[in-house]
């Protein structure tokens, strides 16, 4: 058994292998996320190979659509979850990984059941992925969909629909305001420290690979909208809080998830500007929205 530790916006976790199975080539983008330092951990993973475990007698919470796959959620009288995880595309939704957790997600284990490296890295990332979104809940960090793209030390996040055009516009920042960086392209890390919303880099980061172990304080987060014309205005209280918490990882069946998720976005409301863009995919859409978020 090998221990493997990283640090993902400023949290620390633990990844338990067998002697079979190798960190770097199963888990190749959480690299940049190497820690050596020992102590107290957000969570650790026990990862094994086997055949997936039986949850028939588990309460079925749903099964939920990820990207084309389907994903299965159990739990039990305890509070414990079980998650099964599928690989969509070719591979035709195959199961990819088992993941067992604590109510608390503080402990977990994942039992990789796909035949192909492929399916072993899926399964492992996302599991990877839910228990730290759902173990640091409670610790005003937020997992969110969004593309974020770093100008003048500041990071400005910018959420939609998959396929809305996110990872567009962060691109055409980089192309027409000098001086932008992309930080992560799907997934990056909120967290709210001293009063302050600060934006971290992290090891999820969708089809674009920007693992990148970096953070800045937020300038400001907007809502895309593809529409005939570029126009900008920032949102109200209740409308931000509507727009934003589909884009951050949650599971609304379970109370102190989302009571903490909820939590955090009102405070992130009351220190975060929240703009909503209707926007084409054009220089001028990235003039009105740069004017309207940098900050002063």
Partial sequence: MSVARYKVAEHRLEVRFPASLASKDLIPSFSPFVCEEEGDVLFDMEVAEGCAPDFSSWEEIGQFDCGGAN????????????????????????????MTAHDDFRHCQAVLTGNSLRQHQFGLNNALMMAYAFAAAPLETLLVHASVI?????????TAPSGTGKSTHTWLWHKYIEGCDL?????????????????????????TPCYRNIWAPVGAITRLEQKPENTIRRMATVEAFAALLPAVSSMKWDRRVYMSICNTLSHLLELTPIFWLGCRPDEEAVRVCFGAVKVQ
């Fill in 71 to 98: 994903h299965g959620v159990y739990r039990q009288p305890d509070g414990s979850y079980a998650f099964e995880i599928s690989l969509p595309d070719c591979d035709g939704g195959a199961l990819s990984c088992c």
């Fill in 150 to 158: 770093r100008h003048a030390g500041y990071g400005y996040l910018f």
């Fill in 183 to 207: 930080m992560n392209d799907d997934n990056p890390v909120v967290r709210i420290i001293d009063g302050e919303t600060r934006i971290y880099g992290s090891p999820w980061s969708g089809k």
